[in-house]
């Protein structure tokens, strides 16, 4: 089965970042937006799984 791909990231945050994006504290709109940023992997992607062969 093939699925469209989405052009939608996952929210990658730190542990102590958690409570923020939750609404677990009083963040303004701004600090929780600030959580959000892009992930910096210097390239070491790894799969997680090999790719299934083609039918």
Known sequence: MRRKITDRMPAILQPEEWA???G???A???EVKSVLRTFQDNG???PL???PAER
């Open 49 to 51: 799984s090999p790719r």
């Open 20 to 22: 923020t994006w939750l």
């Open 24 to 26: 677990e504290t009083d």
């Open 28 to 30: 303004s709109s701004t």
């Open 44 to 46: 070491n992607r790894t």
